[in-house]
């Protein structure tokens, strides 16, 4: 998952206030967490590392990348990505900013 550093809340939203993520290459993911370096790293939870990143406009984002890629991770990942696209602006959450996927990686 990426999340740019702005903000959401679990209320109602209509369409128009829904999230569109888009989809990142995974070129661009290792460009702006430095390969997934430890210097970049900044916690680990149930889905997986969280790093910071910065894409190539200068934005600064997290990337949560799975450490597993199966059945289990795979459905966490389409939760993940469905809730956090139906999601209003609020204080104490990011915004998904979009995802990555291949057949090695989940990444949000």
Known sequence: MVFNLRTFSFSESSEEDRVHPRSFSLKELRAATQNFSRHDFFAEGGFGAVYWGRLA???VM????ATAHDQESEEAFEREVQAASSVRAHSN???????????KELIL
């Open 57 to 59: 406009d200068g934005s």
């Open 62 to 65: 997290a990337v949560k990348r």
């Open 93 to 103: 959450m990011l915004r998904l900013s979009g995802f990555c996927r291949t057949k």
